[in-house]
């Protein structure tokens, strides 16, 4: 799923002109619009996108941020836990994903 995630964020910042760091650099006025849909404008003429990413390993986490785009995500907006649930769904839900939940919430919350 996040690796999906990626893939989309990599499309619609190069449909917006936005590079890897979440710079403008696009040459089109229909580039800018709307793109409070997708990015939060921060300082520093930067756009971060509008997104949480949760996980409960890190594995996967750490190719996301060692990707191309991985500075381009707020550090805060990670959320993983530690042992994953080895493809057990009940395990994930019950056990893993219920000692995140709060946390993501607030974070789902604020962004």
């Not at 089109?28 to 990015?39: A, C, G, K, P, T």
């Not at 404008?41 to 191309?68: I, Q, W």
């Amino acid at each position: 799923g996040n690796q999906i995630g990626a893939a989309f964020w990599q499309t619609i910042s190069g449909e917006h002109g936005l590079d890897g760091d979440g710079q403008y650099n696009g040459t089109s006025d229909l580039q800018l619009e709307r793109m409070n849909v997708y990015f939060n404008h921060a300082s520093g003429d930067k756009y971060l996108p509008r997104a949480v990413l949760v996980n409960l390993e890190p594995g996967t986490m750490d190719a996301v941020r060692s990707g191309p785009f991985g500075n381009f995500f707020r550090p805060n907006n990670f959320f993983f836990g530690q042992s994953g649930a080895g493809n057990n769904w009940a395990k994930g839900h019950y056990i893993e994903g219920a000692e995140l939940v709060d946390q993501v919430l607030d974070v789902v919350r604020r962004e």
